[in-house]
């Protein structure tokens, strides 16, 4: 596995490359009640200068992160810089106005322009429609005069180069991909170690020639600090089969001299189906923390174990 996160792909059919790592931005929005601590301004702006400074080439972060902190605290970077390093690649996602539930199509436009505004940005390159499961169906997102189509005009008025879908449950995910209308889909929590819900979407993104970008391979922090400092996956109570898993591999990896994480994150890395794993991060040292995760070597047997290990679909989140 060493080094070969460090080359780029192809995002799809966009034209784009990038790593295979991906560095998520939710916490820096700072967001305690999700990650267990809050995320100061001088560590987030150290944070994202790193990560501009850094062996990816690929961040992700959304209107909605931290009610538009995130964005806003890579946005003043970006203006120190004069702009986003050459090359590098950055997705934000227009998101519902929490407040009122409003995702409609005028709410799109607002978080775009929105997302302008705190990046400093004069177009953004990739456009998610982002987690529609919490404010409308899927009939009311593709309906005439809606998300959907609001976000594909943003896309033909050139204020977003790209677009895509960012949500959680596969059948909803199934469902806009099969549309043909986007070039990418992001899932979280459903591709790791613990749950592998999103296969058929992987399956399905690759048939289609699209990017597949894999969010929260850690599930949380279960998979990253352990079950026994993080109970939660996905961030709500963990079913006792996923905890019981969890401690079972932690175990093995243990063994083996691989830590945990370095076994979750690789899971993902490993999969040619994956165009980019999302790792989000909340200081500087993760982004070396990251690489050196990603380069831990592996043997053959502990994947073998930890397959045999993994819970069943039954208890996966779909």
């Known amino acids: 596995m060493t080094g070969q996160w460090a080359a780029t792909r192809p995002l799809g059919s966009t034209g784009l490359d990038v790593t295979a790592i ?6 820096l929005g700072s967001a305690p009640h999700l990650y267990g601590h809050a995320v100061e301004d001088e560590m987030a702006y150290a944070t994202v200068r790193a990560a501009f400074d850094g062996p990816f080439n690929f961040m992700d972060t959304s209107n909605g992160y931290g009610g538009g902190n995130s964005e806003r605290r890579i946005g003043k970077v970006i203006r120190e810089r004069g702009g986003l390093p050459e090359g590098y690649v950055l997705a934000t996602k227009v998101d519902a106005d929490r407040a009122t539930r409003d995702f409609s199509a005028e709410r799109v436009r607002r978080s775009a322009e929105e997302s302008l505004e705190r990046l400093g940005l004069d177009k953004l390159q990739f456009l998610h429609l982002h987690d529609p499961e919490y404010y409308i169906t899927f009939a009311e997102a593709m309906r005439k005069g809606g998300p959907v189509e609001e976000l594909a005009r943003l896309r033909d008025e050139g204020i977003a180069d790209h677009i895509g879908i960012a949500a959680g449950p596969i059948p909803m995910l199934l469902d806009f991909v099969r549309t043909g209308l986007f070039s990418a889909v992001l899932s979280h ?3 790791t170690l613990l749950d ?6 992987l399956e399905e993104t690759q048939k289609r020639g699209m990017a597949f970008f894999n969010g929260a391979p850690y599930g949380g922090g279960m998979l990253a600090k352990g079950p026994d400092v993080q109970p939660k996956y996905a961030y709500r109570p963990a079913n006792e089969a996923v905890t019981r898993a969890a401690h079972a591999m932690a175990k ?3 063994a083996s001299g691989v830590p945990l994480a370095a076994a979750a994150l690789q899971f993902s890395l490993r999969d040619p ?3 980019s ?14 690489v050196a995760l990603a380069g831990h070597p592996i043997p053959e047997a502990l994947w073998e174990e930890l397959e045999c290990l993994a819970v069943p679909d039954e208890v996966w989140l779909n």
Do not use: K
Request: glycine share 8%; hydrophobic share 35%; aromatic share 2%.
């Open 273 to 275: 189906r994956v165009t």
């Open 252 to 254: 093995a990896c243990a």
């Open 277 to 290: 794993t999302v790792v989000g991060v909340s200081g500087p040292a993760r982004i070396a923390e990251t």
């Open 22 to 27: 991906c560095i998520g931005t939710s916490p």
């Open 196 to 201: 592998r819900s999103a296969t058929p979407l």
């Open 189 to 191: 929590n459903r591709f």
